[in-house]
């Protein structure tokens, strides 16, 4: 679920710190009862949603750079805001509406869970999972899924959000299930045979409880016009003004990060896995 989306519906939020969101304790949810809200959040979403070409994000210019020649390559849950490009990518969403407008732009697109992926091991050589990870019960499964369609040696970029502490009604409302402490990401990473080789702050969300507020009352009051002026206006707005990426080496500090992307190396076995961690970078303290 991308961030810009995620704000629209997020409710209840107040200030916290520097014009985000007041902490909250987290709700409980089933593993069940999490993927079924999941769906029909992005089943509505999606529905009244458009398509945006992934030329348009910042995520573009590192992108474009780890394309694969081979062409194999993955995107979990984009919705239809794909990062990967969309012809000779293939799309898994539990979405059937972002898929379908997917597939109208022959897209190659399977109905599915991060947790149990419908392709061999070593399958891709650039895999993309942008804000899924903190939405599935099981992230482990989620991670070793990921790891295993991945071929050694090849690349994964991963988003999510994290601090507990920050926990706010807008991790409940848009599906959440965590956050993570960026230590224990690491260390959960690692075990799924995962490097961190560079990392960014990520998202789109908006800093001021107002607005996301606001956008939260207009489509739950009068959802079609604000789709109307989300598709048109808001949207638009969000992708002219989003900041420049800037990717760094290892692990950014992340004290006063919200979100963040993380490009992650799928260590290879034997001599070569070892030859490979010499050359890995340091990773400082987060």
């Known amino acids: 679920m991308r961030r810009e989306e995620k704000a629209c519906y997020a409710s209840e939020s107040t200030p916290y710190g520097r014009g985000t969101m007041q902490a909250r304790v987290q709700r409980t949810r089933s593993a069940q009862d999490l ?3 999941n769906r029909r959040f992005y089943d509505l979403l999606w529905s009244g949603a458009r398509l945006v070409e992934p030329q348009r994000f910042n995520t573009w210019p590192l992108v474009r750079s780890l394309l694969p020649e081979s062409g194999r390559r993955l995107e979990v849950a984009p919705g239809l805001r794909p990062r990967l490009p969309i012809e000779g990518t293939q799309f898994v969403d539990i979405s059937a509406p972002a898929l379908a407008k997917l597939r109208e732009r022959s897209a190659h697109v399977v109905l599915g869970e991060v947790t149990s992926l419908p392709f061999a091991d070593d399958a891709f050589d650039l895999v993309c999972a942008l804000d899924i990870i903190e939405h599935v019960d099981d992230d482990d499964g989620a991670l070793s899924e990921l790891s295993r369609v991945a071929q050694p040696g ?3 970029l991963i988003s999510t959000p ?7 009604s807008f991790d409940d409302f848009v599906g959440h299930k965590r956050r ?4 224990q990401l690491l260390a959960k990473l690692a075990q ?3 490097v961190v080789t560079g990392s960014a702050v990520f998202g789109m969300q908006p800093r001021s409880s107002l607005l996301v507020n606001t956008g939260m009352w207009w489509l739950t009051h009068h959802r079609e016009r604000a789709m109307w002026w989300y598709n048109r206006v ?3 707005l969000g992708l002219r003004f989003q900041k420049e990426l800037h990717l760094v080496p290892g692990m950014i500090a992340t004290e006063e990060v919200d979100e963040i992307l993380l ?3 799928k260590r290879r076995s034997g001599l070569l896995g070892a030859l490979q961690r010499k050359d890995e970078p340091d990773v400082p303290p987060a």
């Open 234 to 236: 808001l949207m638009p």
């Open 35 to 37: 993927l079924d809200e």
């Open 263 to 265: 490009v992650c190396l």
């Open 162 to 168: 994290l601090h507990p502490t920050r926990w706010t």
């Open 192 to 194: 799924h045979q995962l």
């Open 180 to 183: 993570y402490e960026p230590q």
């Open 154 to 156: 090849g690349t994964l």
